[in-house]
Every structure is written in C-alpha cells, then in structure tokens.
C-alpha cells in the first residue's frame, strides 16, 4: 500500500483534485479524510460523485493535534482489509503535515510506503494565507515535493512563474505550470512514482519508486500416483492451501483412483473436486516459491 498525503489550506481545492486524479487515471482511491469541523461536506461530494470510492471520515479535530495510535492504526486496519495499492490521507487545511509524516514513519515497512506528498496552493487566497497562518502555510510547502496551483485554468505562464517566485519555490520541489485539469496520463502516474525518503526527514530526500520484479512462475506436473482414495486427495489440497507447499495459485488436472477417477480445479484459497470419466492421470501446480520436492514426496511415495 502506498499513501499519498494532499495537502493544502482550507479551500484549495483538494478534493476536486482527487476527483481529477481518479477520473484521469480511471482508478479509485481509498480515501482518509479529516475535516476540522463535525460536518463533513467533501466526504458527500465525493461520495455523491463516485459511489464506488471509498472514504474514511476523521472528525471534529484536526489530525496534526490528535493524532496518536488510533490513526495508525486505523492505515493499518485498512491496510489489512481493503489493502488498496493507494491510499489518499487528505488531511485539514490547518494541518501540519510534517507531524503527519513524522507519525506515519512508525508504520513504514515493505509493504507500506509513502509517496511524495502534494501541496494544492489556492492562485487567489496564498498571499493572504501566507500571511495570516505562515506557520501551517511553510509546513505543508515544506513537507510537500510537488506543488500544484489550483483555480489558475485562466493564467499565464508568467503568472505561475510569478507565483512561484512569490512562494519561493526551491529546485528541489517540482512546481507545475498549468492546472491539473490539462495534466495527463502520465504526468498523474509521475505523481505516484516517487517515494519519500525518511531516513533524511529533517530534510526530505525523494526516490523514483522502483517497480517489484515479478516474480517467475514455477509449475510442476504429474503423471502418475499412488492415491487410492478420494480422502488422499483432499489432503493434499488442503495441504495446498494452507502453504505447505509454497504459494500455490492454480492447480487442476484428473487422478485416477482405484476404484473411480476425479478431476480437480484449485484457484487460490478454494478448490472444487468432482467425478470424471476415464481419463489418463495427469495434473499439474503452479505458483511461486514450490516446494517441489515435497509435493513430488507426498504425490509418488504416498503409501496406502
């Protein structure tokens, strides 16, 4: 699972930006959202525009002050259940999100990994924002690597250049000059293909996500046994699919028995086993990691 933090200050526009995203890409998000008051009007919109998207709601408070075990492991229970490949924490517009960070960093592992955060600036409110909350303002500008201006589909190149002069945005961030509704395909992708590094958090440093090589498929077949019963081969299955042998992804073939023949699919987690007509034994197991050895054990040298 990857977690993407948008920030931005109360108003940006960061749930129209999600909204983008998801109809670009064609993808839906998980989606952990906190709202500063106890009524949640981006959660309704997104959800009355994308039935399907998936939200959760954090409430009455802003997540940089009470931020504690309950929201991890609240990440860690979706990661657990939904286990979505991205996951979108859309925090207050009065957030700090370099506490943000600072917590998620207790969760990081292989399997959880946090993308370079995106700040959502608003081109008619930063300068009045910049100077009444300067605080939240420089922490969401600093903890952030791209910078995306929203409400500026009518400006000019030398208008973001303008503002981004005006914000001081250094070399190390990537700073867009054009809204996000001319972006495409792949500049979205780009967007989730870079991966903050924490072990330099007190400056951030950012890596291009790498993308797992898969691994190679093993398969194994057989020809012949020495199963007598439909019990022996029931064994083996469950054996199958509680990872005895490796992790087994599809299994399927006949085995003539002594006094019947059978055929048997297997997919995943669940297997179906029925009567066959005559057929010559022959059968075969495909997954990763196989322990070939002991299935050839169990498969020829079974005893009656």
Do not use: W
């Not at 995306?148 to 700073?175: A, P, Q």
């Not at 972006?183 to 293909?193: A, I, M, R």
């Not at 870079?194 to 797992?212: A, G, Q, T, V, W």
């Not at 469950?238 to 992790?247: L, N, P």
């Amino acid at each position: 699972m990857k977690i993407l933090i948008i920030t931005g200050f109360l108003g940006a526009g960061k749930t129209r930006f999600i909204k983008r995203m998801s109809e670009v890409l064609k993808r839906d998000f998980v989606i952990v959202e906190n709202e500063f008051s106890k009524i949640d009007v981006d959660s309704k919109k997104l959800k009355s525009e994308n039935k399907d998207m998936k939200i959760f709601e954090l409430s009455e408070g802003c997540i940089c002050c009470s931020l504690n075990l309950d929201f991890t492991e609240s990440l860690l229970t979706i990661k657990n259940t939904l286990n979505p490949d991205y996951l979108v924490v859309e925090p207050s517009g009065i957030a700090m999100p370099t506490q943000i960070i600072a917590k998620l960093k207790n969760i990081l592992y292989d399997d959880i990994k946090l993308i370079s955060p995106i700040a959502i600036i608003d081109a008619n409110a930063y300068k009045n924002q910049q100077q009444e909350f300067e605080i939240y303002f420089k922490d969401q500008l600093h903890a952030s690597r791209n910078v995306i201006i929203s409400k500026s589909e009518h400006l000019s190149f030398d208008d973001f250049l303008r503002i981004k002069e005006e914000l001081n945005i250094k070399e190390d961030k990537r700073f867009f000059f054009k809204h996000y509704d001319n972006f495409s395909k792949d500049e979205f992708l780009e967007l989730l293909n870079e991966e903050l590094d924490l072990d330099h958090s007190n400056n951030f440093k950012y890596r291009k996500i790498e993308p797992k090589k898969e691994e190679e498929l093993q398969n194994i077949s057989f020809e012949k046994t020495k199963f007598i019963n439909l019990a022996q081969v029931v064994k083996l299955l469950e054996d199958t699919i509680r990872g005895r042998f490796g992790k087994i992804i599809r299994a399927k073939g006949f085995i003539n028995l002594k006094k019947e023949c059978v055929q048997f699919d297997l997919v995943d987690k669940n297997y179906a086993i029925k009567g066959a007509k005559d057929q010559k034994t022959g059968f075969v197991f495909i997954g990763k990691n196989l322990d070939k050895e002991g299935l050839r054990e169990i498969v020829c040298s079974l005893k009656p």
